[in-house]
């Protein structure tokens, strides 16, 4: 065969591989075989994280946990869930050797070492000299914690009438110094209240957490058990910015009754709304807990999308908080369920579910009201337990594969 023939055909034969290639697409199961599916990242418990306390501490429910700019992770956790016995060292007289009250504020390093701790009602000096009343009061019930892009930290109060209601968010540093305080206990002005707290500060109504956006300064309030609706303030000076309810709509405090499945989709949030995050693209995501979705928004509050979880859960709902993952693009939304007690791995932009990780149990990777979730900048995932869960873990990413559903 002549050498230009060949080379003819050999020509030939590629162009039909190059057409096939172009125009050859994967069937649905293919994709759900060989990709999607199997695709999201898997995670392995690690049961020595985090290590000891020191001082024959004990923690109570974890009601919050956060990772900063280090890489280190905050919890704050509530003194005074710990039972007489779990605090047994404090009884007077003592009735056992061990437990004492933690700070409610930690600081952990990544592989599990204490750095610091302040904060809580069983810390009279700090109380008597870091955080006074009336200027700044502590709340009856710590609900979420966040460490902002100037190592500030944040805290929120859902404590209820029985505690004359917990309608506060704190500003401190790092070091537990008092800075600011966003509304006040005791009083509340519904979803619709611009302002009426100390210094100009908008009332709340039992804020739920707290994110901070480093582009702009302002904080994003999830307010929560009690108010119905995202509030933006300025992070400097806690004055009002902007905020909206479901849909981007304004929010209504009318009684939505109890959550029903088979019910058309309601068109407020519920309480509580129970968490907001922001991600690199500037999208904001929204915990409507009870009714079981994730609402997406611009940071104007314009309604972008939203994504159901488990549509069928009753009781406290499904979707208690989120985070993303580290990648450049942040594929992954991380929704950590305590009424089914499962880590949701969604695909961040459409919502698809991708797996779960974790199960309802007491043994270490098994989860009992998992709470809140926080992951570092190497994809570890650090989680939060309240009921009697009292406990915080921290899950190491161990590549891709298929997931427990």
Sequence with gaps: MPRWVRYA???????????????????????????????APRFEVDPFWPKPFPNDWQIGQVGGIAVDSRDHIWIIQRQRTLT???????????RSDCCRYAPAVMEFDSRG????????????????????EPECQWPAGEHGIFVDHNDFVWIAGNGGPQDNGDHMVLK????????????????????????????????????????????????????????????VVDASTGLYKRH????????????????????????????????????????????????????????NGEFVTEFF??????GNGSTWDVDLS???????????DGENNYVWILERLSGEILGTFGRNGRYAGQF??????????????????????????????KGRGKQDR
Aim: charged fraction near 25%; hydrophobic fraction near 35%; include cysteine.
């Design 172 to 231: 401190f540093t790092r070091r537990g110094d008092f800075v600011m305080q966003i509304g006040a206990r005791g009083m509340t002005g519904g979803s619709n209240a611009t302002e009426g707290g100390p210094n100009g500060t908008p009332l709340l109504g039992r804020p739920a957490d707290v994110e901070v956006d480093p582009v702009t300064n302002e904080a994003y309030i999830a307010d929560g058990y009690q108010n119905k609706r995202v509030i």
């Design 9 to 39: 055909y050999l020509g030939a034969t590629a162009l039909v591989l190059v057409v096939a290639i172009g125009v050859w697409r994967p069937s649905p199961e293919e994709v759900d075989a060989r990709g999607r599916g199997n695709s």
């Design 84 to 94: 007489e016995d779990e605090a047994g060292a404090e009884q007077d007289p003592p």
């Design 326 to 336: 580290p990648d450049r693009r942040q594929r992954f939304l991380y929704n950590p």
């Design 113 to 132: 070492n204490f750095i610091q701790g302040w904060g809580g009602p069983f810390d009279p000096g700090f109380l008597e000299s870091r955080c006074v």
């Design 244 to 299: 909206w309810g479901a849909y981007g709509e304004t929010p209504s405090d009318d009684d939505l009754g109890p959550y029903d499945p088979n019910a058309p989709v309601a068109r407020q949030f519920r309480n509580p709304v129970h968490c907001v995050r922001i991600a690199d693209d500037g999208l904001v995501y929204v915990c409507d807990r009870v009714n079981n979705r994730i609402q997406v928004f611009q940071k």
């Design 309 to 314: 979880v488990e549509r069928d859960t009753l």
């Design 368 to 397: 009992h009201w998992v709470h809140n979730l926080a992951v570092d900048s190497k994809g570890n995932i650090y989680t939060a337990e309240v009921d009697t869960g009292k406990r915080a873990q921290k899950f190491v990413p």
